[in-house]
């Protein structure tokens, strides 16, 4: 059969790490999922992710006290295949290069958060996301079943499988997935930058290792 990619820019995600009253479970990660083979399926219809609609939100913050940021992402690609009114898979595409930071209003402080977590200077490039190195992150959609969305996540290189709650409507127009909030250990990408398992690095200095995740996407024919 042929591979099923579905790019996470083109499905309207919406990865948002955001903050609640109820704190979001860290969702089961495991090694990478074989995926059908191909772009397609046979006898699937292919809908194409609604970009601007669409978004990766994040929020991540220190371990000791309330710091802590915002923002989205945004997708490059995408698009999710429905076969018999269910969706069977896709590729996401995320534009790392667009992260952004929503809750900062200086300026200066704004962007100098956002290039380091592109990792803009050379002595810091690979604090975080270093995106001059993988300037995009994949999603892979493995399948859809008992409530969850399960895919390869693909970030700096790392694949691995993760699986998530998400309400999935498919219309005959439409496709959307809305996810719960969800939490990914990020030291398991391979961003590792001041982690929590770091001994040499001061109590309020060290960063949560997960990074809180909501996706809602949209899709259309």
């Known amino acids: ?19 609640c009253n109820k704190p979001a479970d860290t969702v089961e990660t495991k090694e990478a999922t074989e995926v059908v083979e191909g772009t397609s ?3 699937a219809n292919t809908f194409t992710a609604d970009v601007a609609s669409s978004k990766l939100e994040w929020k991540g913050g220190k371990v000791v006290g309330s710091d802590s940021h915002n923002g989205t992402i945004s997708l490059k690609s995408g698009d999710v295949l429905v076969k018999d009114g ?9 534009d790392m290069n667009t992260i952004t930071v929503l809750d900062l209003t200086d300026a200066e402080k704004k962007a100098s958060l956002e290039g380091h977590l592109k990792g803009a200077d050379a002595e810091n490039a690979d604090h975080f996301f270093n995106v001059a190195q993988y300037p995009e992150g994949k999603f892979e959609i ?10 390869n996540l693909t970030l700096k ?27 990914i250990d990020r030291t398991l990408w391979n961003v590792n930058f001041n982690n929590e398992s770091l001994t040499d690095v001061a109590k309020d200095k060290v ?3 997960a990074i809180e995740v909501k996706v809602d996407v949209k899709a259309t024919k």
């Open 142 to 151: 493995t399948g859809v079943k008992g409530g969850n969305v399960e895919g």
């Open 41 to 43: 399926v046979e006898g």
């Open 86 to 94: 269910a969706v069977v898979g896709g590729t996401f595409v995320i």
């Open 157 to 183: 290189g790392v694949t691995k499988s993760v699986s998530f709650p998400a309400t999935v409507t498919v219309s005959e127009n439409e496709v959307t997935i809305v996810s719960d909030k969800f939490n």
């Open 1 to 19: 059969m042929r591979k099923i990619a579905l790019s996470l820019a083109a499905l309207a995600i919406t990865f948002s790490v955001t903050s």
């Open 207 to 209: 960063i949560s290792n």
